[in-house]
């Protein structure tokens, strides 16, 4: 099996077999991304993932996890992906889930019963990229989607019993909208309550002054390194979930906390953080170098 580079998958799908049922995004608009860029969006044909499935099937054929890519595969007709998922679970009889990237608007076009259909098959786990809960700033970075669409999207996955590992972007609405977007992202956060919660911190591509002078524009200006603990505790300290997983060890993130549930850990999560913030020594902070690694 060949793959059709770049190539993403969550961390957590580390020893998850992947496949690409469809290439790059659907929407491929949202400024902070570049992830996609060079790629057009395609739904493969079936026929191909069915090679893919058959000869990887040979070679693992006691696989208990699989990943779909590449950016929304949830954008492909509902009968093209059960057909995908039925042939998956036919080949790989110790399957225990499938997981995949979702945009809050392809679930939307999915009726409930779609979904259920897709749950039915064994796909169980949601990538889901709120990036914020602001709505200006939705639109500024070019999203296609309102907070209320996110929101509205997500609960139709959970009530099918999909569950949803949801993530939001530190240092995405730049100094002067910080606060906001920490704000209103723990309030859509609270909204959809997901099973998974994790921040990522934005990193402008192609460099810092191009992002803020000719991407963004219009006096953006990026957070530091202590303006990003600040933004997650304006985060966190909103947070009101039930039974959540909460993680900061992305790579792209300034300070690693890992292994943490809401609420339980709730206090703990902002004890570390304002440890932190009266301590933004190198050694207390992921360095600049090792950011996105």
């Known amino acids: 099996?060949?793959?059709?580079?770049?190539?993403?998958?969550?961390?957590?799908?580390?020893?998850?077999?992947?496949?690409?049922?469809?290439?790059?995004?659907?929407?491929?608009?949202?400024?902070?991304?570049?992830?996609?860029?060079?790629?057009?969006?395609?739904?493969?044909?079936?026929?191909?993932?069915?090679?893919?499935?058959?000869?990887?099937?040979?070679?693992?054929?006691?696989?208990?996890?699989?990943?779909?890519?590449?950016?929304?595969p949830m954008a492909a007709p509902t009968d093209y992906l059960v057909k995908v998922l039925d042939l998956m679970n036919r080949r790989f009889p110790s399957l225990e889930r499938i997981s995949t990237y979702a945009g809050p608007t392809n679930l939307m076009e999915k009726t409930p019963e779609e979904l259920g259909m897709l749950k039915e098959r064994k796909l169980d786990l949601l990538y889901l990229g709120i990036e914020t809960g602001n709505d200006e700033l939705?639109?500024?970075?070019?999203?296609?989607?309102?907070?209320?669409?996110?929101?509205?999207?997500?609960?139709?996955?959970?009530?099918?019993?999909?569950?949803?590992?949801?993530?939001?972007?530190?240092?995405?609405?730049?100094?002067?909208?910080?606060?906001?977007h920490a704000k209103d992202s723990a309030r859509v956060v609270n909204g959809i309550a997901p099973q998974f919660l994790a921040t990522l911190t934005l990193i402008p591509l192609p460099d810092a002054r191009t992002y803020e002078e000719q991407i963004m524009g219009r006096g953006f200006r990026l957070i530091d390194p202590v303006q990003s603990l600040q933004e997650l505790r304006w985060f966190v300290e909103d947070l009101e979930l039930s039974s959540c997983k909460f993680g900061t060890e992305h790579a792209s993130n300034y300070l690693p906390i890992a292994g943490m549930t809401l609420p339980g850990d709730k206090d703990e999560i902002l004890r570390r953080i304002d440890k932190a913030l009266l301590d933004a020594s190198p050694g207390m902070l992921r360095p600049e170098w090792m950011r996105g690694l």
């Not at 580079?5 to 659907?26: D, K, M, N, Y």
């Not at 902070?32 to 990887?56: G, H, N, Q, W």
């Not at 139709?156 to 609405?173: T, V, W």
């Open 1 to 72: 099996m060949e793959y059709d580079f770049p190539l993403f998958r969550p961390p957590s799908e580390a020893r998850s077999l992947i496949f690409q049922v469809t290439l790059g995004c659907s929407w491929n608009r949202c400024l902070f991304c570049a992830s996609y860029r060079t790629k057009e969006f395609l739904v493969r044909p079936f026929e191909e993932v069915e090679r893919d499935v058959v000869e990887m099937s040979g070679r693992y054929p006691d696989a208990r996890k699989i990943f779909l890519a590449d950016g929304d």
């Open 138 to 180: 939705l639109k500024r970075i070019g999203k296609g989607a309102t907070a209320g669409q996110i929101v509205e999207g997500s609960r139709m996955a959970l009530q099918a019993g999909l569950r949803i590992s949801a993530f939001i972007i530190l240092g995405l609405g730049g100094v002067d909208g910080s606060h906001a």
